[in-house]
């Protein structure tokens, strides 16, 4: 049986942590790139979403503020890439989700997205945290590759100090040893301990950071692995990013999910998460 937890509603059909609904998809490309390409690219995710019953996010990062390079692609900042949102969240007709790097991004942010991130190399900056809670928009953690799962719940109370108790905590993986990540599975109950909702990452969990020189690695073909593990340890969303040629993607394309595998995916997931949640 798993652990009630808060649920976190942003409306009737997208609930974190309803036991009676399907596990929620977090997902899209790593970073706003041409925005027709973006577009059709949440489009198909959102048809399969429809498709197979899974209640749908989707996220894409306006500026990659620690990228491995200088040289490396940052997308297209904040003023254009929350125009850009603002028109995904328009024409897909589904939430969104993007992160924040600096406290003075939070309010404007808030102003057209349904869930502010916070970074996992961030998660311990308090001031990020606070201006994050203060917009009383949801606010997902990703917990830090330095963190143990326990440490999350200094972090949680630093947002709920704000008054904010709409948060959301993701698990990404913990750093082991040099340009290489691994995914310890009691992490999920212990932070779904806090009493808030757990995501996982599956795409980011399956990185090297680093391991390219100026680039990181990955290893996509473990994305579906970590996410079946995952979902049988009962977390209630699931955080994938996803591209239709992750080969030429401008960021993080060696761990993103190739758009047409991503239905394959889904629906084993979906088989797991009805078993585990006896429906």
């Known amino acids: 049986m798993l652990k009630m937890v808060r649920k976190v509603r942003i409306n009737k059909q997208i609930v974190f942590g309803e036991q009676q609904q399907p596990f929620v998809l977090i997902a899209g490309p790593c970073v706003l790139e041409d925005q027709e390409r ?24 306006y500026d990659k503020a620690n990228r491995s ?23 897909l007709a589904v939430p969104v989700l993007t992160d924040i790097h600096q406290s003075e ?3 404007v942010v808030a102003e057209v ?29 990703k917990k830090g590759q330095f963190l143990a799962p326990h440490d999350i719940q200094k ?21 082991f040893g040099y340009n290489n990540l691994v995914v310890d599975m009691r992490s999920l109950p212990i932070m779904r301990n806090t009493g808030y909702p757990v995501v996982f990452d599956a795409t980011h969990s399956v ?4 391991a390219g020189g100026d680039r990181s690695g990955g290893e996509r ?28 993607a401008l960021s993080d394309g060696p ?25």
């Open 69 to 91: 390079s200088i040289n490396s692609f940052r997308g297209p900042g904040l003023t254009e890439g929350l125009a850009r949102l603002a028109q995904l969240k328009e024409e």
């Open 221 to 248: 073909e473990f994305v579906p692995t970590l996410t079946r593990a995952a979902l049988g340890a009962g977390v209630d969303a699931v955080f994938i990013e996803v591209h239709d040629n992750p080969d030429q």
């Open 155 to 175: 972090v949680v109370e630093k947002v709920e100090s704000t008054g904010n108790k709409r948060i959301l905590l993701t698990e990404r993986g913990v750093s």
């Open 38 to 61: 973006v577009l059709k690219i949440g489009a198909k995710i959102k048809e399969i979403t429809t498709r197979l019953g899974i209640p749908y996010i989707f996220k894409a990062s």
């Open 255 to 279: 761990n993103m999910v190739q758009l047409d595998q991503l239905e394959r995916l889904l629906k084993l997931a979906l088989n797991i998460d009805q078993i585990v949640k006896g429906r």
């Open 113 to 141: 997205v349904d869930i502010i991130q916070v970074p996992a190399f961030l998660s311990r900056q308090t001031d990020l945290l606070l201006a994050a809670g203060k917009t009383g928009k949801i606010v997902n953690i």
């Open 207 to 210: 990185q090297l950071p680093g």
């Open 105 to 107: 991004q939070a309010a």
